[in-house]
């Protein structure tokens, strides 16, 4: 078991930053890719970003590649999530999850593991 928990988020107005951590504890972190979700109000998660074990590899849904930086720190077991130029259309609540899968990937149902999310709330 890895229990995920995010902190960091807020109300920030347009064009703002914010950096997300995930704290894991558990099991160990660095066995697991790690991804950022959102989800806004009625509507369905979204794939932010992930990163593999080792951090070598990042994926960057096209909506806030440029924008948001997704790291890890295997020795701190936490994960970080760089947000900036924030726009209103990122107000969602954001997830980590960490994935036991071979390969990083980019699916929700493929991870395991969720935190219980973090408010970003983006004012115009």
């Known amino acids: 078991q890895v229990q995920l928990v995010e902190s960091g988020g807020g109300l920030v107005q347009a064009g703002g930053s914010l950096r997300l951590s995930c704290s894991a504890s558990?099991?160990?972190?660095?066995?697991?890719?790690m991804g950022w979700f959102r989800q806004a109000p009625g509507k369905e998660y979204k794939t932010v970003a992930a990163?593999?074990?080792?951090?070598?590899?990042?994926y960057y849904a096209d909506s806030v590649k440029g924008r948001f930086t997704i790291s890890r720190d295997n020795a701190k077991n936490t994960g970080y999530l760089q947000m900036n130029s924030l726009k209103p259309e990122d107000t969602a609540v954001y997830y980590c999850?960490?994935?036991?899968?071979?390969?990083?990937?980019?699916?929700?149902?493929?991870?395991?593991?969720w935190g219980q999310g973090t408010q970003v709330t983006v004012s115009s």
């Open positions: 990163i593999s074990t080792s951090g070598g590899s990042t």
């Open positions: 558990g099991r160990t972190f660095s066995n697991y890719h």
């Open positions: 999850a960490a994935s036991r899968q071979g390969v990083m990937t980019t699916r929700a149902y493929d991870y395991d593991y």
